[in-house]
T-cell receptor, first 113, second 113 residues
């Protein structure tokens, strides 16, 4: 699976949009981009995923560049409860894969009042 | 909303003892996973399980580890003879399909003394 690069940390003001970048320049055609987050030491929580089109759900939006070499997770109105480590993971979603996720260090997001 | 449940939330054991960590995956899910996270480190994949067989395992998952689905609802991780370095958070996850969203439990904190 392709490697991802994320900033170590970022701060965000409560109520503002949080834009979390992720670089995955070696991504291949059958690899999806997944975003999970981990609040304190709880289990990772699924946020969103996509292949090449932009995606939106009730939690966030995912913007993937046309060349698929990078993506941005957008939390539209950050709240204090969004303080967490956010993981961008690239995973092959095909017949060769049994579905394991390989987590990196992620981005520590701190939302401040 | 259906969730993955793990018990106990915290397990303390003496080095050399056997421990069994228990998980109840989401009821219609067929694929099951264990991950672990040593304090301050990344979430690491241990094993995936489908159709009563291990489908993939990491280098960490050596002969000291085993998994089982003893009945239609539980999924267990057994560590035969615990070592100090097994101290970690252990997360169970499940998914409906092989390459699908994985839903994680809240984890079991294992402390080996």
């Amino acid at each position: 699976d392709a490697k991802t690069t994320q900033p170590t940390s970022m701060d965000c003001a409560e109520g503002r949009a949080a834009n979390l970048p992720c670089n995955h320049s070696t991504i291949s055609g059958n690899e999806y981009v997944y975003w999970y987050r981990q609040i304190h030491s709880q289990g990772p929580q699924y946020i969103i995923h996509g292949l090449k089109n932009n995606e939106t759900n009730e939690m966030a939006s995912l913007i993937i560049t046309e060349d698929r070499k990078s993506s941005t997770l957008i939390l539209p109105h950050a709240t204090l409860r969004d303080t967490a480590v956010y993981y961008c993971i690239v995973r092959v979603d095909g017949t060769d894969s049994w579905g394991k996720f390989q987590f990196g260090a992620g981005t520590q997001v701190v939302v401040t009042p | 909303e259906p969730e993955v449940t793990q018990t106990p939330s915290h397990q303390v054991t003496q080095m050399g003892q056997e421990v069994i960590l228990r998980c109840v995956p989401i009821s219609n899910h067929l694929y099951f996973y264990w991950y672990r996270q040593i304090l301050g480190q990344k979430v690491e994949f241990l094993v995936s399980f489908y159709n009563n067989e291990i489908s993939e395992k990491s280098e960490i998952f050596d002969d000291q580890f085993s998994v089982e689905r003893p009945d239609g609802s539980n999924f267990t991780l057994k560590i035969r003879s615990t070592k100090l370095e097994d101290s970690a958070m252990y997360f169970c996850a499940s998914s409906a399909a092989r390459v699908d969203i994985q839903y994680f439990g809240a984890g079991t904190r294992l402390s080996v003394l």
